[in-house]
């Protein structure tokens, strides 16, 4: 059996019919991990835990249970209990959790085996995942499940990698700014940046409790409705019918396209409007500039506070000054120790201001006017989403400067407005790009609380877009 084409869907049928093991499945996901060392996906691999429970599933497991005997996996800012939880920073190396994550225990409960955790940009703060604390391959960095040289973009790096490389078929990730979606888009897989408050963050390492959220990522969007399902409850989705669905297209975000994913969004526009979505050109005056009023203001105040009620729950004795004195990647060492914890932010002039006027004003006026632009803007053109590229180009070299404030801004472009309006967006892989080989997503950004309805969209388009070819081993 070729277990690495198979979807979540596909696995928990073929469990449920008992058309194969747990423990079958199980070990091909552990032996495909290991086998992919070089793309540093994890930084904990649970053989024995995992192995374990799928026997376990096996020999008396709930068949009725919509993820029963499933491998997947999770990011490492997310507790699992038993299991070190890195935040991908060497301070947290040997924080071992008692309690899994409340996302983790729906999960485990709807019958999910975790064969590991995921690594990630460190702390979460960046989106090429080029980290210096962990490696399993010869080279730092979360490498492209397409293109060893590549980043596999970030935060979720490692989950995105996984998926990518056909290790499993999901997992979960978290999304401040773009990091679901970022590495979904760059190693061709699906994902949901819930609208904030979908999903509970307790027991997830945290930069902004404004803007954060777990999110899941999978093979497909029906696999990810799937993980939805199962984290926030509701009913099994069917596709939407396509006839009725209008989406509006906002010009400001088709800015700093390479050709290959210029090319591949407008032939998704094109494949969408042949099945019957009604595509409008849309207005969305401010937009970028009432983002950058709101991002980086709340990111960066919140997470001093944020990481230090954090850092008590774990119990570690931690201070916030002692984990960033041990921050391995200069990115995030420079931010934290510029930044985060003087609570200082660049002022009109450049020159470093105290932050906390600058955060109150985002919080108070930018934000609900970035909010009421996106209300505004899906009622007055009747739309169920905006679509857009998830990332402006393609995975770029894995390398220190793929963590650049230049890169940085540069592929959460179009990700993160919709972030810091707190509405939801699913990322589908829509082709590998003509030249370069490598996946592009197609981003959809719908209305706060539409997650079903944008989900039920996703699966009617993926329908229509077909899945990626798998990489070349």
Known sequence: MDFDQLTLTEAAAGLAAGTFTSTALTR??????????????????DEAGALKAAAAFDAAGDKTKPLGGVPIVIKDNIEV????????????????????????TKLRDAGAV????TSMHELAFGISGYNTAFKTGAEYGVRNAYD???????????????????????????????????????????????????????GIAPISHTRDTAGPMAATIADVALLDRVIAGGDALAPADLKQVRVGIVQAMLANLDADTEAAFHAAV????????????????????????????????EACDDLVAYLRHTGTGLSIAALAEQIASADVKGTYDGLVIPR??????????????????????????????YARSFADNQLDAIAFPTTPRVAIP???????????GLFIQNTDPGSNAGI?????????????RLPIGLELDGPAGSDPRLLAIGMALEAAFGRLPPPAR
């Open 344 to 373: 200082k932010l660049p002022g009109p002039d450049g020159t470093l201001v105290d932050a906390k006027p600058i955060y109150d004003a985002a919080i108070e006026i930018a934000r609900p006017a970035l909010q009421a632009l």
């Open 398 to 408: 894995s390398n220190p400067e793929s963590s650049s404030l230049e890169n940085f």
């Open 28 to 45: 091909e996901a552990l032996a495909r991990a290991k086998a992919n060392a070089e793309l540093n996906a994890f930084v904990t691999l």
């Open 148 to 202: 060893r040289t590549l980043i596999a973009g970030g935060s979720s790096s490692g989950t995105g990698a996984a998926i990518g490389a056909r290790i499993v078929a999901g997992g979960l990730g978290t999304d401040t700014g773009g990091s679901v979606r970022v590495p979904a888009a760059l190693n061709g897989c699906a994902s949901l940046r819930p609208t904030v408050g979908r999903y509970p963050q307790d």
């Open 81 to 104: 209990a038993g299991l070190p939880c890195s935040a991908g920073t060497p301070a947290l190396k040997d924080y071992l959790p008692k309690t899994d994550a409340p996302v983790v």
């Open 114 to 117: 975790i064969i590991g955790k």
């Open 424 to 436: 939801p967006g699913i990322q589908i892989p829509i082709a590998l790009g003509a030249s370069s």
């Open 270 to 301: 094109a494949q969408m409007t042949a099945q019957g979505v009604t595509v409008v050109e849309i207005e969305m005056p401010q937009l970028a500039e009432l983002d950058a009023q709101v991002s980086f203001p709340v990111a960066l105040y």
